[in-house]
């Protein structure tokens, strides 16, 4: 049994397997999945997981370079905005801000989309994988 990181297999199995530049979304419960691409669905009520719980974890474990929001969080959902700020503060990592609609394409790139309970508006994220070498 693992003794520390993420216990979820699926999580940590796609993080793993990630390679430099490799993407993985972390989102609301009502974001779009596409088809193809491995939905790890944590989502057990309203609620919970946060998007914020989920996304604390997740960066535990994985080495960002990037990160990418949709524009409308900043008037729609500042409170999350400020966390996720707040979460990143300090560390050399790109943000970008699209649109929502182009946010849910880039999530058709991604190796796996992890859906939570969350329910506030926008709280979806995708995570650029950096490298852990020089």
Known sequence: MKRQGI??????RVLSYMGHTDCIAVGDCGLPIPDEVERID???????????????????????????????IKTANPKVLSEIEELFKGEDIEVEYVTHVELKKQT?????VIRTGET??????ILQSGCIFS
Do not use: R
Not at 52 to 72: G, N, P, S, Y
Not at 108 to 112: I, L, N, Y
Not at 120 to 125: D, E, F, R, S
């Open 7 to 12: 216990l979820n297999s699926d999580i940590s």
């Open 42 to 72: 944590l989502a057990l009520t309203f609620g919970v997981p946060t998007f914020m719980d989920t996304l604390k974890v997740v960066k535990q474990d994985m080495k960002i370079e990037k990160i990418v929001l949709a524009e409308e």
């Open 120 to 125: 506030t508006p926008y709280a979806n994220i």
């Open 108 to 112: 058709k790139d991604c190796k796996a």
